[in-house]
T-cell receptor, first 114, second 110 residues
């Protein structure tokens, strides 16, 4: 069965510091991988996704993620954190098939300190 | 462009009362549709998905049900709410290989 593990339920960084949110997955087939962001009491917004092709994926708000097949990882990074980046971040993997179901990690809450 | 709506935005219901949450999608046809629940301090749990009108797949046994009476309408229901049904309910549609989420409904069962 496919699964997603996000290391660290809470991550705290200072404004301007590097953001690194970790995501590891297990999948028996080449997966589609996603990062979503959720602000309080809002739905999930797509940050970026990997399907095929270039393994370094750039998303919105200056975020990027790199698909590393050998490490089964899809870590999310941003060079310089802004206060507005404080939110909950979810990594997800999509099993193959037309249903398009997503399997989510448990989420990581990012705190940005001034 | 495509948009997804959910209502109500918030709902407070007593235990044992019925529930109906509605999700509609605009700007696309025959989308895959999904209902998720996000309980406090927990991740997202897929409840139901639908690949077409009248086609519902249940992921987790519980006292909730879903229906898809029209192509772009997805309804989540319950005959009798439990305290454990409290949470944030999210509807999503699938465009290409990506799911796009609605704004959510915050349900509190007292």
């Amino acid at each position: 069965a496919q699964s997603v593990t996000q290391l660290g339920s809470h991550v705290s960084v200072s404004e301007g510091a590097l953001v690194l949110l970790r995501c590891n997955y297990s999948s028996s087939v080449p997966p589609y991988l996603f990062w979503y962001v959720q602000y309080p009491n809002q739905g999930l917004q797509l940050l970026l996704k990997y399907t095929t092709g270039a393994t370094l994926v750039k998303g919105i708000n200056g975020f990027e993620a790199e698909f590393k097949k050998s490490e089964t990882s899809f870590h999310l990074t941003k060079p310089s954190a802004h206060m507005s980046d404080a939110a909950e971040y979810f990594c997800a993997v999509s099993p193959s098939g037309n249903t398009g179901k997503l399997i989510f990690g448990q989420g990581t809450t990012l705190q940005v300190k001034p | 462009s495509q948009t997804i709506h959910q209502w109500p935005a918030t709902l407070v219901q007593p235990v044992g009362s019925p529930l109906s949450l509605e999700c509609t999608v605009e700007g696309t046809s025959n989308p895959n549709l999904y209902w998720y629940r996000q309980a406090a301090g927990r991740g997202l749990q897929l409840l139901f998905y639908s690949v077409g009108i009248g086609q519902i797949s249940s992921e987790v046994p519980q006292n909730l049900s879903a229906s898809r009476p029209q192509d772009r309408q997805f309804i989540l229901s319950s005959k009798k709410l439990l305290l454990s049904d409290s949470g944030f309910y999210l509807c999503a549609w699938k465009g290409g290989n990506t799911q796009y989420f609605g704004p959510g409904t915050r349900l509190t069962v007292l």
